[in-house]
């Protein structure tokens, strides 16, 4: 089964804070997302990477950094954050040879206060 | 770019009733298009996929989605919900290609199912 896992469930942090969220995946997959998940907004693609030290801006790129320094760990960072950054975070792996279909990790609930 | 509009935001119903939840996206060439579900609580997960071949797709715990080109349409069906279907409905696409790896995703739909 693939796993993804994401460091921690719940957070909570205060604006102008720098936050880090982990991401770890164990099938050696090569690409990992970054997305955001709002009531009636779906799910939003912030970064994604298809390789070690490789990433793309996603739709919602802004206020966001990624990390993947080796490649089942893709990190990413809010440098100050703010309170419209209060979400769900969902962390997903895909190989390349499926690269449609992604395993999600259970997510991340920010509250930036 | 691609977009998805699930127009349904809630659906209630009870158990044994028909279910389908409408999914309409909107992009000119070859798409593969995807259901996900979250249980609460729980991660996303793969429902259904389409890719190629026969527009009626099958997946996990009686849901099937049927591929209306035409339409523009992706819509999940199942003919009798139960309790443990409730959940939030993701319907997405991306186009085929080859480098393809973004899912775009709707808004989602809530579904409830009383007992």
């Known amino acids: 089964d693939v796993k993804v896992t994401q460091s921690s469930r719940y957070l909570v942090k205060r604006t102008g804070e720098k936050v880090f969220l982990e991401c770890v995946q164990d099938m050696d997959h090569e690409n990992m997302f970054w997305y955001r998940q709002d009531p009636g907004l779906g799910l939003r693609l912030i970064y994604f990477s298809y390789d070690v030290k490789m990433k793309e801006k996603g739709d919602i790129p802004e206020g966001y950094s990624v990390s993947r320094e080796k490649k089942e760990r893709f990190s990413l960072i809010l440098e100050s954050a703010s309170t419209n950054q209060t979400s769900m975070y969902l962390c997903a792996s895909s190989p390349t040879d499926r690269a449609n279909i992604q395993y999600f990790g259970a997510g991340t609930r920010l509250s930036v206060l | 770019a691609q977009s998805v509009s699930q127009h349904n935001h809630h659906v209630i119903l009870s158990e044994a009733a028909s279910l389908e939840l409408g999914c309409n996206y909107s992009y000119g060439g070859t798409v593969n298009l995807f259901w996900y579900v979250q249980y609460p609580g729980q991660h996303l997960q793969l429902l259904l996929k389409?890719?190629?071949?026969?527009?009626l797709v099958k997946g996990i715990k009686g849901f099937e989605a049927e591929f209306i080109k035409s339409k523009f349409s992706f819509n999940l069906r199942k003919p009798s919900v139960q309790w443990s279907d409730t959940a939030e409905y993701f319907c997405?696409?991306?186009?085929?290609?080859?480098?393809?790896?973004?899912?775009?995703f709707g808004s989602g739909t809530q579904l409830t199912v009383l007992p």
């Open positions: 997405a696409v991306t186009v085929s290609s080859g480098s393809a790896r973004q899912l775009t």
């Open positions: 389409y890719f190629s071949g026969d527009p």
